[in-house]
């Protein structure tokens, strides 16, 4: 009965079916530094803001290989970023180059910001303006004593001055 158990828990041992990982060999250890700092800086273009060291994605397995024989020619960081950057654009890149070109991704977000912070002081600044001094305008005040009338109601000022006459009956 044991025995079934050990090979039960081990037919659903996860770590048995997990995938295989990519050992390189390295001439230096600083190659493998290289490597290493390449493929946490380079992002993969299959998955969502992965790294190609974090990506199982057949084209970051590609873009490893092709990392780690760059490196085996004696290409050096420079290169081998210059190699990805024209192949696929800037994008492959976590930290894309300060040109003309991505002064929107750059400046962007700090834009944006500052565009609401400007549209939210000034909604602000409205908001104070008005004021609310709970007082009737004579436009207001006219408004109010018209509708008052359309419902046979006694105007408040009219009230006191006409004593307790409630309804508008004159008992």
Not at 117 to 146: H, P
Request: charged share 25%.
């Amino acid at each position: 009965m044991k025995t079934l158990f050990v090979i039960v828990a081990m037919f659903f041992y996860v770590g048995a079916w997990a995938a295989p990982m990519d050992t390189f060999e390295f001439e230096s250890e600083a190659q493998e530094k290289t490597f290493r700092k390449l493929s946490d800086e380079l992002r993969c273009l299959v998955c969502q803001n992965q790294s190609i060291a974090d990506s199982n994605a057949d084209l970051a397995k590609d873009l490893r290989t092709e990392i780690h024989g760059m490196l085996l020619a004696g290409k050096n960081e420079e290169q081998i970023k210059e190699f990805m950057v024209d192949r696929y654009g800037d994008y492959v890149l976590y930290e894309p180059p300060f040109n003309p070109m991505t002064w929107l991704l750059w400046f962007g977000p700090a834009m944006i910001f500052l565009i609401a912070l400007f549209y939210v002081r000034r909604f602000i600044l409205q908001q104070n303006s008005v004021k609310d001094s709970g007082e009737l305008s004579a436009e207001e005040a006219e408004r109010l004593k018209d509708l008052q009338l359309e419902l046979n109601l006694p105007d408040q000022n009219n009230s006191s001055e006409n004593g307790d006459m409630k309804g508008g009956s004159g008992s």
